[in-house]
């Protein structure tokens, strides 16, 4: 999936706040619900089919899913092109962690100021 793309899905998931995962879907990006440990919040992975899956705590409430899954959905645009493998789950204080996070915020701000 091209940077075009991914833009292409935010745009819509900006209009769509409350469908993020069926949306997702048009994008060959499958989330998944589940119970993770309470220190793992989620993570991506490119399946080799060419699939993105987000995996998310079921423990987080509805708000902290959504803003999980856009965190991960901005590893998809710009990190995962750069690094293809898997990111290390203990790696929350590195740049482009923080960079999600802040990316996560912003898009988080647009939904609650509609």
């Known amino acids: 999936m091209g940077d075009k793309d ?7 998931l900006q209009n769509n706040s409350q469908q993020f ?3 997702a879907h048009n994008y060959d990006i499958y989330p998944k619900i ?3 440990t309470p220190q793992l919040w989620g993570f991506v992975y ?3 089919h060419g699939n993105y899956y987000i995996i998310i705590n079921k423990n987080l ?4 899913q959504q803003k999980i899954f856009i965190h ?5 645009r710009d ?3 750069k690094h293809p493998y898997f990111i290390g ?12 996070d802040a990316f996560s915020n912003s898009i988080m701000n647009i939904f609650e100021n509609k």
């Open 89 to 100: 789950l203990n790696m929350q204080h590195l740049d482009f962690e923080k960079k999600a």
């Open 79 to 81: 990190d995962m092109p």
């Open 46 to 48: 490119k399946s080799s």
């Open 21 to 23: 995962y069926e949306l």
């Open 6 to 12: 991914i833009n292409s899905f935010l745009k819509n």
């Open 72 to 76: 991960e959905v901005k590893h998809i």
């Open 34 to 36: 589940t119970g993770l």
């Open 61 to 64: 409430s509805f708000e902290l």
